[in-house]
Nanobody, 116 residues
């Protein structure tokens, strides 16, 4: 599956951004899909994922602030990010696993910078 992210940018602390991911396959047919991020000098980490088409899991650091969702009519995956913090600064990647989360298909990434 090819994945194309959009929606990154520069935002002030406390602000919001919505990332979008457009898969090349029908999103209604993708059971597992999610968002990862990679901060400078660190390993890529899970932000949020949808498993089995319904179960949503969030990293503790983003619970209550970020929401993962899909819109089948537009064939898009979203990540709504609210109350952004400087430590959310990272490149965000859309991901479809092949077997194990963290291995599989990745988008090119979109930069999110939270700074005043």
């Amino acid at each position: 599956v090819q994945l194309v992210e959009s929606g990154g940018g520069l935002v002030q602390p406390g602000g919001s951004l919505r990332l979008a991911c457009a898969p090349s396959a029908r999103i209604s047919g993708i059971a597992d899909i999610g968002w990862f991020r990679q901060m400078p000098g660190k390993q890529r980490e899970l932000v949020a994922r949808i498993s089995g088409g319904r179960a949503k899991v969030y990293a503790d650091s983003v619970k209550g602030r970020f929401t993962i969702s899909t819109e089948t009519t537009k064939n898009l995956l979203y990540l709504q990010m609210n109350s952004l913090k400087p430590e959310d600064t990272a490149v965000y990647y859309c991901h479809v696993p092949r077997g194990i989360w963290g291995t599989g298909d990745w988008g090119q990434g979109t930069q999110v910078t939270v700074s005043s």
